[in-house]
Protein backbone atom coordinates (compact mmCIF):
# COMPACT_ATOMS: atom_id res chain seq x y z
CA UNK A 1 0.00 0.00 0.00
CA UNK A 2 2.84 2.37 1.03
CA UNK A 3 4.68 1.69 -2.46
CA UNK A 4 1.20 2.79 -4.40
CA UNK A 5 0.74 5.99 -2.19
CA UNK A 6 5.10 6.65 -2.67
CA UNK A 7 4.77 6.09 -6.82
CA UNK A 8 1.37 7.98 -7.08
CA UNK A 9 2.94 11.31 -5.07
CA UNK A 10 6.24 11.06 -7.38
CA UNK A 11 3.86 10.79 -10.55
CA UNK A 12 2.21 13.67 -9.25
CA UNK A 13 5.57 15.48 -8.77
CA UNK A 14 6.99 14.55 -11.98
CA UNK A 15 3.67 15.67 -14.08
CA UNK A 16 3.58 18.77 -11.93
CA UNK A 17 7.08 19.53 -13.20
CA UNK A 18 6.42 18.94 -16.03
CA UNK A 19 3.76 21.09 -17.19
CA UNK A 20 5.02 23.88 -15.29
CA UNK A 21 8.14 23.47 -17.36
CA UNK A 22 6.40 23.50 -20.57
CA UNK A 23 4.30 26.69 -19.02
CA UNK A 24 1.32 24.34 -19.48
CA UNK A 25 -2.11 24.32 -17.31
CA UNK A 26 -1.84 21.86 -14.32
CA UNK A 27 -3.99 19.23 -15.35
CA UNK A 28 -6.19 18.89 -12.37
CA UNK A 29 -9.29 20.56 -11.17
CA UNK A 30 -9.09 23.12 -8.14
CA UNK A 31 -8.67 21.40 -5.19
CA UNK A 32 -11.78 21.74 -3.52
CA UNK A 33 -13.66 20.24 -6.47
CA UNK A 34 -11.26 17.76 -6.52
CA UNK A 35 -11.03 16.60 -3.10
CA UNK A 36 -14.95 16.65 -3.52
CA UNK A 37 -14.75 14.01 -6.66
CA UNK A 38 -12.67 12.24 -4.53
CA UNK A 39 -15.46 11.98 -1.47
CA UNK A 40 -17.82 11.14 -4.03
CA UNK A 41 -16.20 8.16 -5.44
CA UNK A 42 -15.17 6.82 -1.91
CA UNK A 43 -18.94 7.25 -0.47
CA UNK A 44 -20.38 5.73 -4.36
CA UNK A 45 -18.07 3.06 -3.86
CA UNK A 46 -19.61 2.52 -0.01
CA UNK A 47 -23.42 2.92 -1.62
CA UNK A 48 -22.96 0.18 -3.73
CA UNK A 49 -22.92 -2.95 -1.70
CA UNK A 50 -26.47 -1.75 -0.15
CA UNK A 51 -28.15 -0.31 -3.37
CA UNK A 52 -26.88 -3.53 -5.11
CA UNK A 53 -28.63 -5.69 -1.81
CA UNK A 54 -32.21 -3.43 -2.54
CA UNK A 55 -32.30 -5.03 -6.31
CA UNK A 56 -31.40 -8.75 -5.35
Known sequence: M???VVLSL???LAVGI???A???P?????????VMGIVGIYLGSLAW???S???S
Open 2 to 4: INV
Open 10 to 12: LTG
Open 18 to 20: LFT
Open 22 to 24: LKL
Open 26 to 34: LPAPNAFAG
Open 49 to 51: PMI
Open 53 to 55: KLF
